[in-house]
T-cell receptor, first 114, second 120 residues
Framework: AQSVTQLDSQVPVFEEAPVELRCNYS??????LFWYVQYPNQGLQLLLK??????LVKGINGFEAEFNKSQTSFHLRKPSVHISDTAEYFC????????????FGTGTRLTIIP | DTGVSQNPRHKITKRGQNVTFRCDPI?????LYWYRQTLGQGPEFLTY????????KSRLLSDRFSAERPKGSFSTLEIQRTEQGDSAMYLC??????????????????FGQGTRLTVV
């Protein structure tokens, strides 16, 4: 079984400032890692994913994340945020085999301050 | 194809009534998932289909819940005798496993916009 912890439920950031959203996971097997974004009353959109290879993953909208196996972390970063980045961000894991269902964290609400 | 489609987008029902939601996945996707998202929480896995076969059900899926995917295309999720605790966003996702150039078999899950259920 897997679990995901997003320690920060809310993160306020000034526009054009950098941001880091933290994600730690727990699993007894190897996993794939994902970050999804959810805008109000919308479904989930994939920002980026780590499957294998380079531990630094680049995604859409200028986001990137780094997989750290020793710390079981997959933190999301953006060097300069915009108002349009205001949304809920979810970290998720899925196992390598079987049904590949996603296990999500509780989410981090990113609020951009003008 | 414009992505995963869910209907209705919103549903308000009285406690004790039955409701049914529909999900139309991306046409070539053989895997379909249902998730439930309550306020302030991340989505939680409910059930999974590969083609028409329901291969896994979460313990969250009580006997009042049933899901079908009769022809391996669209899926329905029915809740009988709704309770206020059933109020949530119900999300559907689809994906198609393939062997990528790197040998990875994982592919992206595409989500619909969800059906928001309110039980009054």
């Amino acid at each position: 079984a897997q679990s995901v912890t997003q320690l920060d439920s809310q993160v306020p950031v000034f526009e054009e400032a950098p941001v880091e959203l933290r994600c730690n996971y727990s699993s007894s097997v190897s996993v794939y890692l994902f970050w999804y974004v959810q805008y109000p009353n919308q479904g989930l959109q994939l920002l980026l994913k780590y499957l294998s290879g380079s531990t630094l993953v680049k995604g859409i909208n200028g986001f990137e994340a780094e997989f750290n196996k020793s710390q079981t972390s997959f933190h999301l970063r953006k060097p300069s945020v915009h108002i349009s980045d205001t949304a809920e961000y979810f970290c998720a894991v899925s196992d390598w085999a079987g049904n590949e269902k996603l296990t999500f964290g509780t989410g981090t609400r990113l609020t951009i301050i003008p | 194809d414009t992505g995963v489609s869910q209907n209705p987008r919103h549903k308000i029902t009285k406690r004790g009534q039955n409701v049914t939601f529909r999900c139309d996945p991306i046409s070539e996707h053989n895997r379909l998932y249902w998730y439930r998202q309550t306020l302030g929480q991340g989505p939680e896995f409910l059930t999974y289909f590969q083609n028409e076969a329901q291969l896994e059900k979460s313990r969250l899926l009580s006997d009042r819940f049933s899901a079908e995917r009769p022809k391996g295309s669209f899926s329905t999720l029915e809740i009988q005798r709704t309770e206020q605790g059933d109020s949530a966003m119900y999300l559907c996702a689809s994906r198609s496993p393939h062997l990528g150039g790197t040998g990875d078999t994982n592919t992206e899950a595409f989500f619909g916009q969800g059906t928001r259920l309110t039980v009054v």
